[in-house]
């Protein structure tokens, strides 16, 4: 089967010489999530900007391949390679308030896409955004249809915008960062719902983050990227269970527990835990009111 995606040893660089992108590969699969894991600053949204085609204009791809279901976009002229991006890529942005336009309502921005890429008419435009605002089970969509991005809260925004991506029916969706904006409390019904549209539509995911947490949950395959570079990639059972690379090691390290976060309450031993229970019975006898 043709990769839905496949970077092939892509580098870019800014102005002043800089390399953000050092000759990256990787490849996602139709219907496969790849996370793409790596600190802030190495490189993660460039990526993502690269196969959507709106990297920067500073920054310039100096080697390297990208291509979609087969397609190489370098061979095609920027009208067509917008064309082909727009018809089988969409974006969840880290963002959701900031990727919405504030003077618009939902109903019409959210249409709009269908209707230009795609050539939809209006009508079945608001029939498919209906349709995708159940499936991200947004109770009352009529009344969000019509609110200004403004009068959501960040997880309502964040489902609007996932049923936008899905709407049209990519075979690719780039989710950068997708719940990092949001409420804690919110982040993981937004991540679930990801994950449970993207497996009944069959989407391939490049799903970015910072988090091994978020890894373990959503992917498949995962890519480490550290200062632009692809240090490892494995399927994620095998990165957790035996990480090849020192940098992978460490940032395995650097989290808690992936899986509990009370876990990380644990490095307490039992003699710091008996001095503990000292010094709490201690304050209680200080605090217990003496009767003479
Ligand atoms: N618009 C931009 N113009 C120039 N350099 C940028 C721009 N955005 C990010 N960078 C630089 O590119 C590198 C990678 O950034 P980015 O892809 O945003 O990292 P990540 O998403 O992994 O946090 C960083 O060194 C960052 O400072
Ligand atoms: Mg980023």
């Known amino acids: 089967m043709e990769p839905c995606l496949e970077i092939r040893s892509l580098s870019a660089v800014l102005p002043n010489g800089q390399r953000v992108l050092r000759s990256v590969s ?14 802030s600053g190495a490189g993660k949204t460039m990526i993502g900007k ?10 310039r791809i100096v080697e390297g391949e990208m291509l979609i279901e087969g397609e190489s976009l370098g061979r095609l002229d920027a009208k067509a390679r917008r064309t082909l991006i727009g018809a089988r890529t969409a974006l969840i942005p880290q963002d ?3 990727a919405l336009n504030p003077s618009r309502r939902i109903g019409p921005q ?24 159940q499936e991200v089970q947004i109770r009352e969509p009529e009344r969000v249809l019509k609110c200004y991005p403004h009068e959501l809260s960040g997880g ?19 989710a950068d960062e997708p719940t990092t904006a ?8 937004i991540l679930r719902l990801i994950a449970q549209l993207q497996r009944n539509h069959g989407t391939a995911l ?5 988090d091994l947490g978020v890894v373990a949950k959503i992917s498949q395959k995962v890519s480490v990227l550290y200062a632009g570079k692809v240090v490892e990639e494995a399927a994620t059972p095998d990165l957790f269970a035996s990480p090849q690379h020192p940098y992978t090691r460490a940032l395995i390290a650097a989290t808690p527990r992936y899986t509990d976060p009370y876990a990380s309450l644990m490095p307490v031993n039992e003699t710091v835990l008996a ?7 201690g304050a209680d006898r200080a605090w217990r009111p003496s009767h003479g």
């Open 50 to 59: 690269a196969v959507l085609g709106v990297l920067p204009k500073s920054v």
């Open 275 to 281: 001095g503990l229970a000292d010094e709490v019975a």
């Open 182 to 189: 949001l409420d804690v409390t919110v982040q993981k019904q």
């Open 206 to 210: 490049l799903f970015v983050t910072h």
């Open 96 to 98: 959701p308030l900031t």
């Open 156 to 174: 309502m925004r964040q489902r609007v915008l996932i049923a936008a991506a899905f709407a049209a029916e990519p075979r690719l969706i780039v």
């Open 110 to 133: 959210t249409t709009d896409r269908l209707v230009r890429i795609l050539g939809w008419s209006g009508e079945k435009a608001d029939e498919r955004i209906r349709q995708l605002l």
């Open 26 to 39: 990787l490849t996602v699969q139709p219907g496969e999530v790849r996370a793409l894991v790596g600190e």
